[in-house]
């Protein structure tokens, strides 16, 4: 399969190009991801987009990680991590062709759609440099559209996105998010429109709601135990509850909800 040299190993969840990968602190963001397996374990649920949107740093991507991570053995089917840094993850040149490759060579759906994403591949080359619109349809949608609706239901079908704001045309990122609009509504591809792509979708802000204060504490707190057990000697004579309390709080506001504010001030 051709596509094998054009797609994005960086962008799987699994990565070792990005290891080690963002990811949630132990009993922390504990609303808002039994809400997403809430919706991905809930076969009578009719929205199938979920958008997860926060400020830069609240810990989208390792929530996206996580349940990339927890979800791997039974409903993952494929993945993509954009960032900015990084030339092969920061456009959507290779965004089909990298999802089709990790359908057509997952555990699960392998055997039934390597076969025929191949078949689209032989029977024109050049669909790996066609436009995106085209990508999609011979790569992702026929090849699914071969499997029945019974099939399915018992098939991984949770494709995770993680960081489209990475992707550093937004006329790239708009056109992404209308041609998923238009595979969910059958409607011709228009200019994006936020409103429009609300109707097709669920989602949450993870900011400053699901107690991201507590749970940022919590972070703190396990990161400066960490810290005096290192430091041991050398900071035994402080107290045992460094850096206290009141100070870990003044941290949390200075935090505004950002989980990398608080990677920064322990590192």
């Known amino acids: 399969m051709e596509s094998r040299k054009t797609r994005i190993a960086g962008a799987f969840y699994n990565s070792e190009q990005r290891f080690p990968p963002p990811n949630c602190h132990p009993g922390t963001r504990t609303q808002v991801l039994e809400i997403l397996r809430s919706?991905?374990?809930?076969?009578?649920?009719?929205?199938?987009?979920?958008?997860?949107?926060?400020?830069?740093?609240?810990?989208?991507?390792?929530?996206?990680?996580t349940i990339s991570e927890e979800f791997a053995a039974s409903h993952l089917a494929a993945t993509f991590f954009f960032a900015r840094a990084d030339p092969s993850r920061?456009?959507?040149?290779?965004?089909?062709?990298?999802?089709?490759?990790?359908?057509a060579t997952s555990p699960t759906l392998g055997p039934l759609l390597e076969y025929p994403i191949n078949?689209?591949?032989?029977?024109?080359?050049?669909?790996?440099?066609?436009?995106?619109?085209?990508?999609?349809?011979?790569?992702?949608?026929?090849?699914?559209?071969?499997?029945t609706t019974e099939q399915w239901k018992s098939?991984?079908?949770?494709?995770?996105?993680?960081?489209?704001?990475?992707?550093?045309?937004?006329?790239?990122?708009?056109?992404l998010?209308?041609?998923?609009?238009?595979?969910?509504?059958?409607?011709?591809?228009?200019?994006?429109?936020?409103?429009?792509?609300?109707?097709?979708?669920?989602?949450t802000d993870i900011g400053e709601s699901f107690e991201s204060g507590k749970d940022i504490a919590k972070f703190f707190r396990h990161g400066f135990r960490k810290i005096r057990r290192k430091?041991?000697?050398?900071?035994?004579?402080?107290?045992?509850?460094?850096?206290?309390?009141?100070?870990?709080?003044q941290l949390v506001q200075k935090a505004c909800g950002q989980f990398i504010y608080a990677t920064t001030v322990l590192k």
């Open 90 to 103: 920061n456009k959507l040149t290779s965004f089909f062709i990298t999802i089709s490759h990790q359908l």
């Open 177 to 203: 998010l209308s041609i998923i609009r238009k595979a969910k509504t059958a409607t011709p591809p228009l200019p994006f429109n936020h409103r429009a792509f609300h109707r097709i979708l669920d989602c």
């Open 155 to 175: 098939l991984p079908r949770l494709i995770v996105i993680d960081g489209l704001d990475e992707c550093i045309d937004i006329g790239f990122q708009e056109r």
């Open 119 to 147: 078949l689209s591949v032989r029977e024109n080359p050049n669909i790996i440099h066609a436009i995106l619109e085209e990508q999609f349809r011979d790569l992702i949608v026929l090849p699914c559209n071969s499997l």
């Open 39 to 65: 919706w991905i374990t809930d076969a009578t649920d009719s929205t199938s987009i979920y958008w997860l949107y926060g400020a830069a740093g609240v810990g989208k991507s390792a929530v996206a990680q």
């Open 231 to 249: 430091h041991g000697r050398s900071m035994k004579h402080l107290p045992k509850d460094w850096p206290g309390n009141g100070v870990i709080q």
